[in-house]
C-alpha cells in the first residue's frame, strides 16, 4: 500500500514537473522582433533600442550600407530579401514593382509590408515594424511584455495620427510634396506618386472619413484622431493569418498605387473592419522619440 502511495506520489511529481518545464519552455520560446530597414543614406546609423527586455527580443535591421554605423547592437542583415523572396504580390507590371521603381524608399515597402516572405522572421510571434528614425526610450524595459499583452488581443497594434483628426483626407492633403510628387526624390528617380488619385479611386469604391465618427462612439479606447494611424511603429501578430491577409492588402494598395502607405493603412483597416488598437499619443511621446 505504502509503494502504490509513493508510486501515485513519484508520477505525481514527475507529471508536475514535466507540465512546468513545458509551461517555462513555452514561455521563453515566444519572441518579438522588431525590424527596419535602412537602404542608402536616409539614415547613417542605427538608433538606440533602449534596455534588455524581459521576453525575448531581436532588433534587425535590413541594409545594403556596409558602412552603417551600429553601436546599438542591432543585428545587421544584408540579404536582398526583396529580390530573393519576392512577394508573389508583385507581378512586375505595376507602378511600384520592384522590378520597375527601384527607389530606395519603394524597396523599404517590401521589409515594412510584406516581410512575412522573410524566411527568417517567420519563428517570431510578434513582428515590430519601426521606421529607421525612431529610437526606444523605454527605460524600464517593459515594451515587449506590453505589446505581448495587446497583440495578443488586437493583433495589431499602432498610434493615432495626432494631427490628422481622424480624417484621411487631411492626410492625402499634406502629402503633397517631392516625396510623392516629383520625379526625383533624394537624387533617385521614381514614378510620380498619385495620392489624390489613390484617395479618389478609395472614395469611389466607398471610403467614407465619416464613417470613424460612428466607430469612435462604439469602440474603446479610440480617440478624436482615431481614423488615420501612423505607420512609422506598427505592431503585428505573426502568427495570425487574418494579419497577413491584411499586410497582403496593404502592400498590394504600393504596388498599385503610392508608397503613401499611411493613407493605404487606413483604407485597408476600413476594408477588412479591421479596428486595430489606437494607444493615446501621450503614451507614444514616453515610449518613443523620432
Not at 213 to 238: C, M
Request: aromatic content about 14%.
Amino acid at each position: 500500500m505504502i509503494m502504490k502511495i509513493l508510486l501515485i506520489l513519484w508520477n505525481l511529481c514527475a507529471l508536475a514537473s514535466h507540465i512546468m518545464k513545458h509551461s517555462s519552455s513555452s514561455k521563453s520560446d515566444f519572441s518579438i522582433a522588431f525590424i527596419t530597414a535602412i537602404y542608402g543614406t536616409y539614415e547613417l546609423s542605427t538608433k538606440s533600442c533602449g534596455c534588455r527586455q524581459n521576453i525575448k527580443t531581436d532588433f534587425i535591421c535590413f541594409t545594403n550600407e556596409k558602412s552603417l554605423k551600429n553601436k546599438y547592437g542591432w543585428i545587421l542583415d544584408f540579404n536582398p530579401y526583396h529580390t530573393l523572396n519576392p512577394s508573389v504580390l508583385d507581378t512586375g507590371n505595376q507602378l511600384n514593382s520592384l522590378k520597375k521603381n527601384k527607389h530606395y524608399f519603394n524597396i523599404a515597402k517590401y521589409y515594412k509590408q510584406a516581410f512575412h516572405n522573410i524566411p527568417r522572421l517567420k519563428n517570431y510571434d510578434i513582428v515590430v515594424w519601426m521606421d529607421g528614425t525612431l529610437q526606444m526610450k523605454d527605460s524600464n524595459c517593459g515594451m515587449s511584455e506590453w505589446l505581448k499583452r495587446h497583440v495578443s488581443e488586437y493583433k495589431i497594434v499602432g498610434w493615432s495620427h495626432p494631427l490628422r483628426n481622424g480624417s484621411l483626407y487631411a492626410e492625402v492633403a499634406d502629402s503633397n510634396f517631392d516625396k510623392y510628387n516629383s520625379p526625383i526624390w533624394r537624387d533617385q528617380a521614381q514614378p510620380i506618386q498619385n495620392v489624390s488619385a489613390q484617395y479618389e479611386a478609395y472614395v469611389k469604391e466607398g471610403y467614407n472619413d465619416n464613417y470613424w465618427n460612428t466607430v469612435r462612439k462604439h469602440v474603446k479606447n479610440t480617440s478624436p484622431e482615431f481614423g488615420v494611424w501612423l505607420t512609422n511603429f506598427v505592431a503585428f501578430d505573426n502568427k495570425n493569418e487574418q494579419v497577413r491577409h491584411f499586410l497582403d492588402l496593404w502592400y498590394q494598395q504600393t504596388l498599385d498605387f503610392s508608397t503613401q502607405d499611411q493613407v493605404s493603412f487606413a483604407y485597408v483597416v476600413d476594408r477588412l473592419d479591421t479596428i486595430h488598437t489606437a494607444r493615446q499619443n501621450d503614451h507614444w511621446q514616453s515610449l518613443w522619440q523620432q
